[in-house]
């Protein structure tokens, strides 16, 4: 909780106040205008307070990701001691991470599987393996 009263969070706490106190006023004008006579005016009336909400919405949702970054007292524990289950491990071989041998299919002549002269293509089989053995990661957790 306390993360989120560093300097960042707080600008970004008086952002989102600033945004939709700002859409609210501009959907009130908006109210007025229409009731002036200006019929286009009714769809921005109602589009303005649509954009608070958002701005409402991705806030909550920031914040409940800044919740789930932070771990426990003790290193990657939570409060109670147990072993987080999300923590990111090393990328598992093929066969480990899809539980089966890997076939793939290629045209002939073309070798489908990494050589020693291709890092880049074993770094990136090794992400996307990483990515299914830890399928409620994101892909900014990989420790690669």
């Excluded at 003790?74 to 990328?91: C, E, L």
Aim: proline content about 10%; glycine content about 8%.
């Amino acid at each position: 909780m306390r993360q989120l009263w560093t300097p960042v969070w707080i600008l970004r706490h008086l952002a989102a106040v600033a945004l939709v106190v700002g859409f609210l006023a501009l959907g009130w004008w908006q109210i007025s205008r229409a009731a002036a006579g200006n019929t286009l005016s009714w769809a921005y009336a109602v589009e303005w307070p649509v954009f608070a909400a958002f701005v409402v919405f991705i806030w909550v949702r920031e914040i409940r990701q800044a919740h789930r970054a932070v771990p426990g007292p003790d290193n990657g524990t939570p409060d109670n001691g147990t072993p987080r289950n999300d923590t990111p491990v090393n990328a598992p071989s093929r066969e480990a991470a899809f539980g089966r041998p890997v076939r793939v299919r290629s045209a002939p002549g073309v070798t489908a599987t990494p050589g020693p002269d291709d890092p880049e293509l074993a770094a990136y089989n090794n992400y996307l393996a990483w990515l299914n053995a830890n399928p409620h990661a994101r892909a900014g957790d990989y420790p690669g």
